[in-house]
């Protein structure tokens, strides 16, 4: 499966992987699959880390370096990317997942979150 992760994923992964269960750390890492991070959690986790939020303590950019010296793509946005979030029903009101949920839809990857509100779109998302 090639999947496109939450940013709390992303930082659990990062900080806690105690946090990620033993089925969502195997699909992880399934060396058949392409993970994918979005800039737009790079961008989510440095507003809150500027914040002072503890949740997103780690530094952005040590997470970037992380991610792509670990083996995963990169996906930027794009404005079919902004442009599918229209398409989202209104069920969450956060932009940055609902960039998120967009991206997974256009290109084809499963959305792993651990967001129960995130959880409930239609398509290609998975709760972990």
């Known amino acids: 499966m090639n999947f496109l992760a939450d940013t709390h994923l992303l930082l659990w992964g990062s900080c806690t992987p105690n946090r990620i269960s033993k089925t969502t750390r195997s ?44 083996g995963w ?28 949920i967009a991206q997974a839809k256009v290109e084809g990857l499963t959305l792993l979150t651990s967001d129960k509100a995130v959880a409930r779109y239609p398509g290609s998302v998975m709760k972990v």
């Open 73 to 100: 793509r990169e996906l930027t946005i794009t404005g079919e990317h902004a442009r599918a979030v229209s398409d989202l029903p209104p069920l969450h009101n956060d932009p940055f997942d609902r960039m998120l």
């Open 27 to 70: 699909v992880m890492d399934d060396p058949n699959a392409e993970a994918w991070f979005s800039v737009v959690s790079v961008w989510e986790a440095t507003i809150k880390h500027m914040l002072g939020r503890k949740d997103f303590a780690v530094d952005p950019g040590v997470l970037r370096r992380g991610l792509l010296a670990n």
